[in-house]
């Protein structure tokens, strides 16, 4: 390698891409795949040692820019924003270094990392309302975090399971799950009646070995964390949840939220939707929560009912054997609503996903919730 070839490469968490050759001012590449069965398209690197430099990328494999064109971090992965689909020519995207930056990262999605999760925690590190502890330890030696907040002492009136990152790409979800958990510990009239009412159990990163390796997670072989929930569970996360969940609840578990991005781009794929299992009580009374969720939202990210997958709906068919993780929510006795909510990588309808954008949506399902746990019921 010349001196004048900038420098590629993954290796820190979340890293992710191969790289084919570096012709000159162009370079190919592909995502990695690793034990990933179909062509899933997440990817994450940095480049150094190009300052001042117009750099092409050309992705050699499957479709892997989404619709707004490659995240991009010009101070090493502290703040991001997307390049925009003008930088985009096919599977191509070119972008002028600053001669300021010494190292520019490009993703295709804005990553959510485990150290992007201890920085939200140390903000509320001596909340009353809130403990940190470990669900489990994963395949490869990882903590996974378990949190509960809320109503932590005596016996709440409602619990609440919400789990993120079954498939480990799906980074900007994550955003939406951390605001709704600012929503709850926040000093407001909202977060007082969560904490007073609701104990809630958050996993944030369900593929933990997947998030920091850089793993796409989806259809995983022989099969993802999302899909591990029936008999013979071979994943350590999902393992200890059905464990643990059933205990911990006691018979007051009324809500579970599963936070999930789509795929690449076009129909739903640009529409925040929930997910609908085959038990039609379930889904009545999910589709209940997002009727309220479509009245009460204030955020900028547009939702509405009517973008719900139900049972039966495009991809959302039969899995056969496999039992997802809202399937076997909804079997729960005490659970009135068991759903999956996917939160688009980048485009909403027209409005742009950006980390604050999808924080705010977190706080629109706390207002929803609210009000949905608060209904009278027969």
């Known amino acids: 390698m010349s001196r004048t070839d900038p420098i590629i490469d993954s290796d820190f968490p979340g890293g992710n891409i191969v790289v084919d050759s570096v012709d000159g001012d162009l370079i190919s590449l592909h995502q990695d795949l ?28 499957s479709d892997a820019i989404g619709v707004r064109g490659p995240a991009v971090s010009v101070d090493d ?13 096919g599977q191509s995207f070119t972008f002028t270094f600053p001669l300021q930056a010494d190292s520019v990262h490009f ?10 999760l201890q920085a939200f925690l140390a903000r509320y590190s ?36 919400l789990m993120g990152r079954h498939h480990a790409c799906e980074a900007i979800a994550t955003y939406s799950m ?17 904490r007073e009412h609701v104990e809630f159990l958050v996993i944030p990163f369900m593929d933990k070995d997947g998030v920091e390796e850089g793993d796409q997670g989806k259809r995983r072989r022989p099969y993802d964390h ?32 599963d936070f999930h991005c789509p795929a690449i781009r076009g129909g739903s794929h640009e529409r925040i939707h929930f997910v609908g299992g085959p038990d039609r009580d379930n889904w009545r009374r ?33 899995y056969g054997p496999r039992q997802t993780s809202e399937r076997w929510g909804e079997a729960l006795p005490e659970v009135l609503a068991s759903s999956v909510v996917e939160i688009p990588y980048a485009n909403v309808d027209g409005e742009m996903v950006t980390p604050e954008s999808a924080r705010a949506f977190g706080w629109d399902l706390a207002t929803a919730l609210h009000k949905f746990l608060a209904e009278p019921r027969i």
Request: charged share 25%.
């Open 34 to 61: 690793r034990d990933t069965f179909v062509n899933w398209f997440y990817w994450y690197f940095r480049i150094r040692g190009a300052a001042g430099r117009t750099l092409e990328f050309r992705f050699t494999a």
């Open 226 to 257: 999302w899909e591990d929930y029936g008999e013979g569970s071979i994943y350590p996360t999902v393992q200890a949840v059905k464990k643990r969940v059933p205990a911990w609840s006691e018979g007051k578990l009324r809500f579970i939220l």
């Open 126 to 161: 001596r909340h009353p309302h809130l403990r940190i502890g470990t669900l489990c330890r994963t395949k490869r030696g990882r903590d996974v975090e378990m949190l509960h907040l809320g109503h932590l002492d005596g016996s709440p009136d409602f619990r609440v399971l």
């Open 107 to 116: 993703s295709f999605t804005i990553p959510y990392l485990e150290a992007h």
């Open 77 to 89: 992965g502290r703040h991001w924003s997307w390049l925009g689909e003008e930088a985009v020519q």
């Open 178 to 194: 951390e605001g709704m958990l600012e929503a709850v510990l926040t000093q407001t009239g909202l977060g007082a009646w969560l």
């Open 286 to 318: 999910v589709e209940r929560f997002c009727a309220i969720l479509e009245q009460t939202r204030t955020g900028p990210l547009p939702y509405g009912v009517n973008n719900n997958l139900a049972y039966g709906d495009e991809w959302n068919v039969d």
